[in-house]
T-cell receptor
Framework: AQSVTQLGSHVSVSEGALVLLRCNYSSSVPPYLFWYVQYPNQGLQLLLKYTSAATLVKGINGFEAEFKKSETSFHLTKPSAHMSDAAEYFCALFNFGNEKLTFGTGTRLTIIP | DSGVTQTPKHLITATGQRVTLRCSPRSGDLSVYWYQQSLDQGLQFLIQYYNGEERAKGNILERFSAQQFPDLHSELNLSSLELGDSALYFC????????????FGPGTRLTVL
């Protein structure tokens, strides 16, 4: 079965520090992978997506993610955290086998001033 | 603003009642998806329509149904409501029927009392 695991339901980093949000996936076929961000009381906004082209994907707001097949990972990073990055982040996998977008359980990112 | 609109923003109703949630996709998008977000279940895919036809089904209860109209807007009908149906319901849209980036609306928060 296809699945997405986000390690750490809560992550806190200091303003200006590196942000690292972890996502591991399980898929029997090459997946498309996405990171979405959800600000309080809002819908999900696409940060970036991997669609089997370049393994390092750059997104909006300074975020990027690297697809590592050997580690079945797609971790999200940002070199320097900003207060406005405080939100919930979801990793998602689109599997062409069942044509469904499966979301991880989310990671709530808190930025410490 | 993703371009996807959902009405109403909030809905409060009683157990046993029926409600209808409405979604208008981005201009040009033919595919509409419905998701449920709750604290205990996370983000769950419910159902997808593409150009008026049902394309994929997820964890949608038999008490729930959806349709997509000729103008491509979609409605999600929830009947015989239970307390556990209280959740955020998101609509998303995409151009292609499969594997495409999904753009999410702001959601409808349903509270069942």
């Amino acid at each position: 079965a296809q699945s997405v695991t986000q390690l750490g339901s809560h992550v806190s980093v200091s303003e200006g520090a590196l942000v690292l949000l972890r996502c591991n996936y399980s898929s029997s076929v090459p997946p498309y992978l996405f990171w979405y961000v959800q600000y309080p009381n809002q819908g999900l906004q696409l940060l970036l997506k991997y669609t089997s082209a370049a393994t390092l994907v750059k997104g909006i707001n300074g975020f990027e993610a690297e697809f590592k097949k050997s580690e079945t990972s797609f971790h999200l990073t940002k070199p320097s955290a900003h207060m406005s990055d405080a939100a919930e982040y979801f990793c998602a996998l689109f599997n062409f086998g069942n044509e469904k977008l499966t979301f991880g359980t989310g990671t709530r990112l808190t930025i410490i001033p | 603003d993703s371009g996807v609109t959902q009405t109403p923003k909030h809905l409060i109703t009683a157990t046993g009642q029926r409600v209808t949630l409405r979604c208008s996709p981005r201009s040009g998008d033919l595919s509409v998806y419905w998701y449920q977000q709750s604290l205990d279940q996370g983000l769950q895919f419910l159902i997808q329509y593409y150009n008026g036809e049902e394309r994929a089904k997820g964890n949608i209860l038999e008490r729930f149904s959806a349709q997509q109209f000729p103008d491509l807007h979609s409605e999600l009908n929830l009947s015989s409501l239970e307390l556990g149906d209280s959740a955020l319901y998101f609509c998303a849209s995409s151009v292609k029927p499969s594997g495409d980036t999904q753009y999410f609306g702001p959601g409808t928060r349903l509270t069942v009392l």
